[in-house]
């Protein structure tokens, strides 16, 4: 199957400092991957959508100049919370597209628990 | 507005019964439609997916349904067993986009 993973799986920080979060595809290539943040006992919320070598498309209402995303390459994204506040703590979660048994199927990441104090 | 709706919160089944997980979606631009299970803390791991040409998949234990004329969708898990015990999501995509859109969840417990 296809195997996603996220770095650092937590982090604490303090108000103010920038926080990178690093998603990537292990057994497959991902032209595109896409970031999800989870309040509690809420739904994920779709925050962009990463595009190797490109520009990232953020959702309605997310500051693109307060997450930043970088594809690198067809197997890193990384989200870079910038000037972290504390209303900014929640489940950051990456996903990755991948073409597996014949049909589009995005594979999640373990998710990232982030605590700004 | 919540184009993908999960309206049970929670659900109680005895294990080797069956679960049946609901979705109601309202744009009828999705055309593809994906069940994934989330334990906290975890990141969602997918299940079972079905396209809008197709009104039934099954996998295993597990089988959606589609009606899309009643744009409605639903999970059954058949034997229940208590290791399904999780949170359940629907999500729904359209064209070739990629986004999902996901429901509010449901949290399943299967009881020994």
């Known amino acids: 199957g296809a195997v996603v993973s996220q770095h650092p799986s937590w982090v604490i920080c303090k108000s103010g400092t920038s926080v990178k979060i690093e998603c990537r595809s292990l057994d497959f290539q991902a032209t595109t991957m896409f970031w999800y943040r989870q309040f509690p006992k809420q739904s994920l919320m779709l925050m962009a959508t990463?595009?190797?070598?490109?520009?990232?498309?953020?959702e309605q209402g997310v500051e693109k100049d307060k997450f930043l995303i970088n594809h690198a390459s067809l197997t890193l994204s990384t989200l870079t919370v910038t000037s972290a506040h504390p209303e900014d703590s929640s489940f950051y979660i990456c996903?990755?597209?991948?073409?597996?048994?014949?049909?589009?199927?995005?594979?999640f990441g373990p998710g990232t628990r982030l605590l700004v104090l | 507005d919540q184009q993908v709706k999960q309206n049970s919160p929670s659900l109680s089944v005895q294990e080797g019964r069956i679960s049946i997980l609901n979705c109601d979606y309202t744009n009828s631009m999705f055309d593809y439609f994906l069940w994934y299970k989330k334990y906290p803390a975890e990141g969602p791991t997918f299940l079972i997916s079905?396209?809008?040409?197709?009104d039934k998949n099954e996998d295993g234990r597990f089988t959606v349904f589609l009606n899309k004329s009643a744009k409605h969708l639903s999970l059954h898990i058949v034997p229940s067993q208590p290791g399904d015990s999780a949170v359940y999501f629907c999500?729904?995509?359209?064209?070739?986009?990629?986004?999902?859109?996901f429901g509010q969840g449901t949290t399943l417990q299967v009881k020994p």
């Open positions: 079905i396209s809008s040409i197709k």
């Open positions: 999500a729904a995509s359209a064209g070739n986009t990629g986004k999902l859109i």
């Open positions: 996903s990755a597209e991948a073409w597996l048994a014949g049909g589009e199927t995005q594979y």
């Open positions: 990463s595009n190797e070598g490109s520009k990232a498309t953020y």
